[in-house]
């Protein structure tokens, strides 16, 4: 087993999941990486496991667990699984092929700043520079690493009430990640150019009128900073 495991959280969008699990196989030292699924059973299960265990093993749902508590399932058992990181993501997000490197060197940085959460994938900037990032108080869940100290001590407990409006009404488990990143004064390391993009134009929280606001502006799934990670992170943004 690899100290690093990546889960994805998969129902049944098949055209998605299949883009999805093509852009990991092109990712460099992705054989340093466990795979794993956490599929939910739909009547798409038989492909959606075909698909899945392309990259590693696929473990099925015995019921539905929805899109707020199969996350929270699946990384729960990744880390019970023994692995030091986990990498989230999902069946409709594709990466760039750089983005091991990318988690392992934020990962690193992560791990020296008590008040760095953990790591994004995703950018809302354009950036222009592979090697560039930044902490930001803005958690986005399009390919994350929480810190196994942060979701051992903190996230994973608070994961469904965090969720969770004032009033009581359910949000979701983003907005309940950035609420616990801002009560606890938080970061996440945040690359300027975006090693993920959302390709799900339907799904649970998606439709086509706001799909090209949540793609990765800076995306291109061939992006690498070709060894030099990273010449520039500003440390002090947001502090």
Not at 10 to 18: D, E, G, K, S
Not at 42 to 66: A, F
Not at 145 to 173: C, H, I, M, Y
Request: glycine content about 10%; aromatic content about 14%.
């Amino acid at each position: 087993m690899n100290s690093i495991g990546v889960v994805f959280t998969a129902f049944h969008r098949q055209q998605y999941f299949r883009e999805a699990v093509e852009s990991w196989k092109l990712v460099a030292g992705r054989h340093s990486v466990d795979f794993h699924t956490f599929l939910e059973p739909s009547n798409k299960s038989e492909e959606m496991h075909r698909i899945g265990s392309e990259l590693g093993p696929v473990h099925h749902n015995e019921i539905r667990l929805g899109v707020l508590t199969n996350p929270h399932h699946a990384i729960s058992k990744m880390f019970e699984f023994g692995y030091d990181r986990v990498i989230v993501t999902e069946e409709d997000i594709i990466v760039s092929r750089d983005i091991l490197e990318y988690f392992s060197w934020a990962g690193d940085l992560a791990d020296k700043h008590s008040d760095i959460l953990g790591t994004c994938a995703f950018s809302p900037q354009g950036g222009v520079s592979p090697g560039e990032a930044f902490i930001s108080r803005h958690f986005d869940p399009l390919c994350w690493s929480p810190k196994k100290s942060f979701w051992e001590e903190t996230l994973r407990q608070n994961w469904f009430s965090a969720a969770k409006s004032p009033d009581g009404q359910g949000v979701g488990w983003d907005w309940g990640v950035n609420r616990t990143t801002k009560s606890l004064n938080g970061y996440w390391v945040t690359p300027s150019m975006s090693r993920s993009d959302h390709i799900g134009v339907y799904g649970e929280h998606m439709t086509p009128d706001i799909y090209e606001t949540r793609r990765g502006q800076s995306f291109h799934g061939e992006t690498t900073a070709d060894g030099y990670f990273w010449l520039s992170v500003d440390l002090s943004y947001g502090r």
